[in-house]
């Protein structure tokens, strides 16, 4: 199956700072990936849809102003959270999908002080 | 939307058979995911059964759909301490996008 990984696993910065998180599928040339975020002790809520060469799908509720996201090559999404707040702290996961199956990343830790 | 429902705790003495159990809403739902979370971690596909299936095993785990009332559930055989993580249940009604329930915290006590 596909390969994700994700860079930084953890990331630590103080209020009002911008963080990238890096999305890359190893071995395999994906299109579209997604991006997650998970709250302590709650599900995983989809957060947009990367699409590579344009503009990502946010769901509804979603500041795409504040996660911008960039799909630049098949194997590289990255997650911008601007000008980040505590309330922005979070597990931050994408993933990628392989015929039916979805492959998640490892996820990001971010605290935001 | 589509919702999906679980319950939020199961405890289980190691060696007993563990049974988590979903619901969901969209009965267009083609694929039918379970994932398994450590703490800290990812998440790490289990396995996943297609609506057009009943059953499907693989070792220690048999998954259950009943597409009818829309109920899947997750079996796990002989748990073990190293089976205790949050079990997240998922469907899909186009491949990549997925709905997740609120996860089934699994404790396993020897």
């Known amino acids: 199956g596909a390969v994700v990984s994700q860079h930084p696993s953890r990331v630590i910065c103080k209020s009002g700072t911008s963080v990238k998180i890096e999305c890359r599928s190893l071995?395999?040339?994906?299109?579209?990936m997604f991006w997650y975020r998970q709250f302590p002790k709650q599900s995983l809520m989809l957060m947009a849809t990367?699409?590579?060469?344009?503009?990502?799908?946010?769901e509804q509720g979603v500041e795409k102003d504040k996660f911008l996201i960039n799909h630049a090559s098949l194997t590289l999404s990255t997650l911008t959270v601007t000008s980040a707040h505590p309330e922005d702290s979070s597990f931050y996961i994408c993933?990628?999908?392989?015929?039916?199956?979805?492959?998640f990343g490892p996820g990001t830790r971010l605290t935001v002080l | 939307g589509e919702d999906v429902e679980q319950s939020l705790f199961l405890s289980v003495r190691e060696g007993d058979s563990s049974v988590i159990n979903c619901t969901y809403t969209?009965?267009?739902?083609?694929?039918l995911y379970w994932y398994k979370q450590e703490p800290g971690a990812g998440l790490q596909l289990l396995t996943y059964?297609?609506?057009?299936?009943d059953m499907k095993q693989d070792q220690r785990l048999t998954v259950l759909l009943n597409k009818k009332d829309k109920h899947l559930s997750l079996r796990i055989a002989d748990t073990q301490t190293g089976d205790s993580a949050i079990y997240f249940c998922?469907?899909?009604?186009?491949?990549?996008?997925?709905?997740f329930g609120d996860g089934t915290t699994l404790t396993v006590k020897p």
């Open positions: 969209d009965s267009s739902s083609t694929y």
């Open positions: 071995d395999f040339q994906a299109t579209t």
């Open positions: 998922a469907e899909s009604s186009d491949a990549g996008k997925s709905t």
């Open positions: 059964i297609f609506s057009n299936m």
């Open positions: 990367s699409n590579e060469g344009s503009k990502a799908t946010y």
């Open positions: 993933s990628v999908t392989d015929a039916n199956t979805q492959y």
